[in-house]
């Protein structure tokens, strides 16, 4: 049976429908609460102020949904990245939900993995898509640790600002799987199906890995040094 979806969070997906191709605020700014995804997490159960832990099952619903979002985002990061930093940030979350089981080391999941290619660091352009989704990831492992509202906002916004910046912008349709797939799941209490996780994406995620390491020497110039 499917959950009907409060009022209030109904109301926070059409107001997002309706700026979906607005800019909303950045995560980490004096504006950062004034973005409908701070107001969706806000409608899912969260405090106002953000600074408190909130009850279980929010946590739960918040952290489903911080996490659908960060995951979302993995290919802005190996899209340039090979480091597995993120994913296992994300396998971490996966398995809390899975299994109850706390990472053994919470501090190197917290830390928001830098991006490089075969350990030389990416400080181009490229850095920006790619410590977006790296931020992600880190802020879901602490919104499950220390269960701030802030923390989950801040898992979903960087996702979002991810692809803001990343060249799969227009082939992943974000904010509308957003909006109809993963925020409805989330509140719902509920793991994404394969064809969720999936949905409203113009390319095939598994092959992201294949583009990086075949554009490799082109997008990293130190390689081609003699």
């Not at 949905?199 to 003699?226: G, H, K, Q």
Request: overall charge negative; some cysteine; charged content about 30%.
């Amino acid at each position: 049976m499917i959950m009907t979806l409060p009022q209030a969070v109904r109301d926070v997906l059409d107001e997002m429908t309706g700026s979906i191709e607005a800019g909303w605020p950045d995560p980490e700014t004096n504006k950062e609460q004034e973005s409908p995804l701070w107001q969706l997490v806000v409608a899912f159960g969260s405090r106002e102020d953000g600074s408190e832990p909130v009850e279980h099952d929010v946590w739960l619903r918040c952290l489903r949904l911080a996490l659908y979002a960060a995951r979302r985002a993995l290919p802005c990061w190996e899209l340039y990245c090979d480091g597995r930093e993120p994913q296992t940030a994300i396998a971490a979350v996966e398995t809390w939900l899975a299994t109850d089981t706390q990472p053994a080391d919470w501090e190197p999941l917290c830390r928001p993995a830098r991006p490089a290619f075969r350990n030389h660091p990416i400080g181009d352009c490229r850095s920006s898509d790619t410590s977006c989704a790296a931020e992600a990831a880190a802020y879901a492992v602490r919104f499950m640790r220390d269960g701030e509202t802030i923390l989950a906002y801040r898992a979903i916004a960087y996702a979002d600002l991810a692809f803001d910046q990343s060249p799969l912008c227009d082939k992943d349709h974000f904010r509308r799987w957003l909006i109809e797939v993963a925020a409805p799941a989330a509140y719902e209490n509920r793991n994404l199906t394969p064809a969720e996780r999936d949905a409203l994406r113009d390319y095939d995620a598994t092959e992201i890995p294949v583009i990086r390491e075949r554009e490799a020497m082109y997008w990293n110039s130190w390689m081609r040094e003699p």
